[in-house]
């Protein structure tokens, strides 16, 4: 007899927002192209081990989010699902609860770059499908959701996204987080 499958029960999306001193079009550059510069580097799933020296989104639908280790190695996170500059750009979370990616897993994180009347873009973040981790959902939005998750990575963002033209250096990776998002 076939029984039906169960649906997951939803859980709540993860939505954080910051206010950066910058346009729309300067912080989805900053968001997307310069995800490397504000991703704090110790948040790294490399199975080498190899620290990580860059993260990229591909700028265009269907165009891969991944990291890149000194020693060349690589780890796919997601892919771009929606390619909107400068109001929108919606990506494919492809890590399981376990911080390993799985092709066949996919919650989203959605971001948008809304212009304030006085100046300067709200950009808010939304991770959701969280249901789709399965038993792991509530750990996962746990984390996600932490100070070493999302709130902790928009600040770094907002931070380098409010400063024009001056690229900030990446932490020493002895003094980052060891956390993963």
């Not at 007899?1 to 997951?8: E, G, W």
């Amino acid at each position: 007899m076939n029984t039906p499958a169960r649906s997951a029960a939803y859980v709540e999306p993860v939505i954080r927002s910051v206010r950066v001193a910058a346009t729309p079009a300067r912080a989805f550059e900053v968001f997307s192209s310069g995800i490397g510069r504000w991703w704090i580097p110790t948040h790294s799933i490399l199975a080498s081990r190899s620290p990580q020296v860059s993260v990229t989104i591909e700028p265009r639908v269907g165009g891969r989010w991944y990291e890149r280790g000194e020693d060349g190695s690589e780890c796919d996170w997601g892919h771009v699902l929606a390619w909107e500059p400068p109001r929108r750009l919606l990506l494919a979370w492809q890590l399981d609860a376990q911080w390993q990616f799985d092709p066949a897993l996919v919650t989203e994180v959605e971001v948008r770059f809304d212009a304030e009347p006085g100046g300067g873009t709200t950009v808010t973040l939304e991770h959701r499908c969280l249901e789709r981790y399965g038993v792991g959902a509530e750990a996962a939005r746990s984390g996600l959701a932490s100070e070493g998750g999302w709130s902790g990575l928009l600040e770094r963002f907002r931070q380098l996204a409010g400063r024009p033209g001056r690229p900030t250096p990446a932490p020493s990776r002895s003094t980052a987080a060891n956390s993963r998002p």
